[in-house]
């Protein structure tokens, strides 16, 4: 696979007229490809003092406007989020020898969609976003499987409410980098970059 791929190259010609849609197309091909877990991604955040974290998240959802996760606003990332608005994306395909690249603005998405894609989860992931506070020091195993119990006896006899403290987050990009491996470390690489006056241009970089 990852020959078929890196012969195939990324041509400026083939490319679509913006993102949203190249990643569209990539994306289709990494679940055609079997990759487990193609929207897994990389999620890199860093505090007010511009040290760096990361995590492995997974894509929820994606347009014109961003790229959408969910998390719990009090844990590392959200309170990273809360003091340095800025962050990256990365998808690491690495069977297809492709990598996609974003970086941008953090944002909330709206009350209204946290509450939709909240409603979509299986209810033993609905009770766990209410019993885990996420990043927080845990004394054991036990203490966890406690505040999981309390909650699943809290909202026995009804449905699970999305949790105040709980919701998406949309990374709203700057730049979108497409990186198609190539032999002798020649890869193609093709960047969206948004313009400060409005719309895109297209660049490649050098590998």
Known sequence: MRREYAERGLRRADLAADWPTQFERWFADAVAAGLPEPNAMVFATADAAGRPSTRTVLLKGYDERGLVLFTNYGSRKGAEVAANPHGSLLFPWFAMQRQVVVRGR??????????????????????????????????????????????????????????????????????????????????????????????????????
């Open 106 to 207: 953090v944002e909330r998405v709206d009350r209204a969609e946290t509450e939709a894609y909240f409603a979509s989860r299986p209810r033993g992931s609905q009770l766990g976003a209410w019993a885990s506070e996420q990043s927080r020091v845990l004394p054991d195993r036990a203490a966890l499987d406690e505040a999981y119990r309390e909650v699943a006896e809290r909202f026995a006899d009804r449905e699970v409410p999305a949790p105040p403290h709980w919701g998406g987050l949309r990374v709203v990009p700057e730049t979108v980098e497409f990186w198609q491996g190539r032999v002798s470390r020649l890869h193609d690489r093709l960047r969206y970059r948004r313009l400060d006056a409005g719309g895109w241009t297209v660049e490649r970089l050098a590998p």
